[in-house]
């Protein structure tokens, strides 16, 4: 029987020989040299404030990194989410990503990273040893073979710089057969005397080689794995990590559950302030190098640390449409008058109000 062989044949072939080869070198040494994290603990006065973004994609991940012109993302939600996510970054001012980091083959965490590597300009890709063979990763290879670039896989204790921050990562650390989730990158990022875990869906398989490893990982900021999940987030990595701040990313009403009850009354007994993007929307850390913040994000009104509450902002809406903007958004300047008012106040508010958020301003 003969086969034919088309385009996308040989870019796949292309793109297993990367892999294949990028297995070889972390055979033979240091997929990239590493730099000594003290250095880079010390932090740059001068330099501008790191800033985390974790972005709103319904039930998945997707977060972006950015600091002094340099950009990591890490993850871009279901393939329905790839413009979404593409359009956040270019509101961000991204034109190249220095890091596009897929922490594993789960079609929430890598579905719009392929629009993402077509539309931006990306100078390294890292993906974790397992493979799967849906057809969403399929078109994230083809994407990848597509552009030339080369897949670096991911070797703990191996550090990046990205501007005056750096990151290590910290697994995975072996082999976990067909469990993908304990397969995810998990990374420690640090700016100055701040820092940061993400560890896509790692579980707690998974945590426990990251607390044998013997590389740090007490973070003001940690990103939940597995959007919140009980199957996540054991006792031992939680004394280690030892965060003030549990981002969870996940889905309104989704079908998992997330984040589960455990998991958030877990969080409030150690006294972590939880922050949801189902309840928040896109939530912004940003890091001085001396304290963490976010600016858009103040205390609830009860005193609750365990849940935080969007401040109350000026928005535009558009009582036709039924959507908000930022006051600075192209459509609310070309908005009809007898459509257009003012509001102050929160975005969950407007929210339960029955408007949308604006795709273009993303308020």
């Known amino acids: 029987m003969t086969v034919k062989k088309t385009g996308k044949f040989y870019r796949r072939v292309l793109a297993a020989a990367a892999i294949l080869l990028a297995l070889c070198m972390a055979g033979c040494g240091p997929i990239a040299s590493s730099s000594p994290l003290t250095q ?3 932090g740059n006065e001068a330099g501008t404030d790191l800033r985390v973004h974790f972005i709103d994609v319904g039930q998945g991940d997707s977060t972006l990194v950015e600091k002094d012109g340099h950009f990591m993302l890490i993850d871009a939600g279901e393939r329905d989410q790839g413009e979404v996510v593409a359009s956040y970054l270019e509101k961000q001012g991204v034109k190249k990503l220095d890091y596009v980091i897929g922490t594993h083959p789960h079609s929430d965490h890598i579905g719009g990273l392929e629009t993402v590597i077509r539309k931006f ?3 390294k890709v890292l993906l974790p040893e397992k493979e799967h063979t849906t057809k969403v990763y399929e078109r994230l290879l083809d994407a990848i073979a597509d552009k030339n670039l080369k897949i670096t896989l991911p070797k703990p204790g191996d550090s990046y710089s990205l501007g005056d921050a750096s990151f290590q990562i910290i697994a995975p650390n072996k082999d976990y057969g067909d469990n993908l989730n304990n397969w995810s990158i998990g990374l420690r990022l640090i700016y100055g005397k701040n820092s940061f875990v993400l560890c896509g869906d790692a579980e707690k398989d998974a945590e426990k080689d990251m607390m ?3 590389l740090p990982l007490k973070a003001d900021v940690l990103k939940l794995s597995h959007h919140g999940s009980s199957t996540s987030s054991s006792e031992g990595f939680m004394d280690l990590v030892d965060p003030e701040y549990g981002v969870i990313s996940c889905g309104k009403n989704n079908d998992y559950g997330h984040p589960h009850k455990e998991i958030l009354e877990m969080l409030k007994k150690r006294n972590i ?9 896109t939530i912004v850390a940003v890091s ?3 304290k963490v913040t976010f600016p858009e994000i103040t205390e609830g009104t009860d005193g609750d640390r365990s849940q935080g509450t969007a401040a109350d902002k000026d928005y535009v809406i558009n009582t036709n449409t039924k959507k908000f903007h930022r006051p600075d ?3 609310a300047a070309s908005m009809k008058e007898e459509n257009r008012k003012t509001y102050k106040g929160s975005r969950e508010e407007l929210i339960q109000m029955g408007y949308e958020p604006c ?4 308020p």
């Open 40 to 42: 880079r603990e010390m």
């Open 121 to 123: 300009e990306v100078q």
């Open 212 to 214: 044998a490893n013997g």
């Open 273 to 281: 302030k939880a922050l949801r993007t189902d309840q928040l929307g």
């Open 288 to 290: 001085d190098g001396s």
């Open 329 to 331: 958004c192209k459509s």
């Open 359 to 362: 795709q273009s301003c993303n």
